[in-house]
């Protein structure tokens, strides 16, 4: 169906939808350009230059999600969770990247109700979320709660399995993690590495060379694994050579 349209009813559309569009593009050249300052809020905090920081962030007449995250991560890397945690607690608005510093932040402090807490309210979640909830399970000796969480992901990249490898490894719980091992589906350097350095722990020598010798790509770490694994088992010919 076609609706007949008479050239000067055309001509007055296009004007309108003209006007229009160069009032939006005008309102979005006036926005602020936030990257600048928000660059700086993090390069403060990161040569823990906090005061500074704080000045700059309440002098800003604006803010968007960026500025409020940098300031929250940057409070917790300085070791101010509280400040954080009320910075997290003002935002008018909190993206998936607000929630997982805080449940990063708040693990790394110890507080797992806190972070289990942001993460039971959370709408949405990616994998950083996920890992995170992992990683501070680990670091805080639940890696049997880590694993429980890890096989409730609904989506795993490698470094969800070489976070509670690296747990079970830890604890000493080889076999479980050799299993997990062979099911990643593309290991990377780090995987290999995480095996290999559980074996070598537990004196499992010529299995921990095996994996070794196993690895499509090796790096620095991944020799000098190697090579302290036999020093630290007596093994200093072959870690000469």
Request: aromatic share 6%; proline share 0%.
């Given at each position: 169906m076609f609706i007949n349209i008479r050239p000067i009813q055309a001509i007055k559309l296009i004007r309108i939808f003209s006007l229009?569009?160069?009032?939006?593009?005008?309102?979005i050249?006036?926005?602020p350009n936030l990257k600048p300052l928000n660059s700086k809020l993090t390069n403060f905090m990161?040569?823990?230059q906090v005061e500074e920081a704080q000045?700059?962030?309440d002098e800003m007449p604006h803010r968007n999600t960026v500025t409020w995250n940098a300031m929250i991560r940057g409070y917790f890397q300085n070791g101010n969770a509280d400040k954080a945690l009320h910075l997290y607690s003002q935002m008018p608005v909190r993206d998936i990247f607000s929630h997982n510093t805080v449940i990063s932040g708040l693990m790394q402090r110890g507080d797992l109700k806190g972070a289990e807490e942001v993460f039971e309210c959370?709408?949405?979640?990616d994998v950083v979320t996920w890992n995170?909830?992992?990683?501070?399970?680990v670091n805080n000796g639940m890696v049997d709660t880590a694993l429980g969480v890890f096989n409730e992901m609904p989506v795993k990249d490698v470094i969800s399995w070489n976070l509670v490898i690296?747990?079970?490894v830890k604890i000493k719980m080889l076999n479980l993690a050799e299993h997990l091992f062979r099911e990643i589906a593309t290991p990377d350097v780090a995987s290999w590495t995480i095996m290999i350095k559980g074996l070598l722990s537990v004196g499992r020598i010529a299995e921990a060379r095996e994996y070794f010798d196993g690895m499509p790509i090796r790096d620095v770490q991944a020799w000098e694994t190697m090579i302290v694994g036999y020093l630290e088992n007596g093994y200093v010919e072959i870690a000469e050579i």
């Open positions: 229009k569009s160069l009032t939006i593009v005008r309102c050249s006036a926005l990161k040569n823990g000045n700059r962030f959370m709408g949405d979640r995170s909830m992992i990683s501070g399970y690296a747990g079970l």
